[in-house]
């Protein structure tokens, strides 16, 4: 088996973390910027975390085999400081052209506050003039369809950006049809406690086809587990899905979408 995981908050997870998932199969990471499970005090611990992202994550990662990109942003978490996310925004230009930079994420909203979406709305302007791919956070629970409407408002209202380079990431069986219809690509992600399950993964696909869908686990600092895509891997091959199409599933499509950044280079 090979694959990709292309959602993995690496900077959380340890180096067996690593041996596993190469193990496993994996061939490349990518890792979005995310909320660190605290806020940050200022713009600095941004500067240190883009430095940790694009540096010496990469470096770690490579000591197990395995290519590491990475994406970045202010997460929506901390978006609620307009005044704070600008001075973050206004330091990504130093980072974007980094050679594991892949794109501006996980962008998006979290309560689907006024502040988040004025944050939103500048990320989305940001990775415009930089012609960036976009990965997009959606809110869980109750908010995600509502945040989902939001978010995918503000990307069709920008005639700059282009869906197929936009992922919009946890879609569940209420979001993924609106995503798709629209153009976008969307990702479902596997989680132990919330988000989605490997069973209920399988099943969107099975209703939704596997043209512009991935599954990542978004494993982090929390209850989640980063060889989730595998044992789903496994899970479709019980209910009888082809070899083939499980490659698909979970190498081709995420290489497929990453590779519109000329910088990532699809694994042999
Ligand atoms: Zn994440």
Partial sequence: MRYIEPHGHMVSRTTDDYQDMVTAGCAAVCEPAFWAGYDRSGVQGFHDYFCQLTDYEPKRAAKFGLPHYTWLCINPKESEDVKLAEEV???????????????????????????????????????????SLILVHTPHLEDKLKGTRLILDVLKSDKRIRPERCIIDHVEEHTVQRVLDAGFWAGMTLYPES????????????????????????????????????????????????AEFIDQMIFQNPGRFMSQCPKFKLPA
Avoid at 101 to 122: A, C, D, F, H, Y
Avoid at 197 to 212: Q, V
Wanted: positive net charge; proline residues 5%; charged residues 25%.
């Fill in 195 to 242: 988000k989605c399950s490997p069973a209920r993964a399988i099943d969107i696909i099975e209703n939704y086809g596997a043209e512009r869908l991935w599954m990542n686990s978004a494993c982090d600092w929390g209850v989640s587990v980063p060889l989730a895509v595998p044992r789903t891997a496994l899970e479709m091959r019980r209910r009888g899905h082809s």
């Fill in 89 to 131: 925004i206004g330091i990504i230009p130093e980072f974007i052209d980094k050679p594991n930079v892949l794109g501006i994420g996980e962008i998006g909203l979290n309560k689907n506050s006024r502040n988040e979406m004025k944050v939103l709305e500048m990320h989305v302007d940001l990775a415009a003039r930089t012609n």
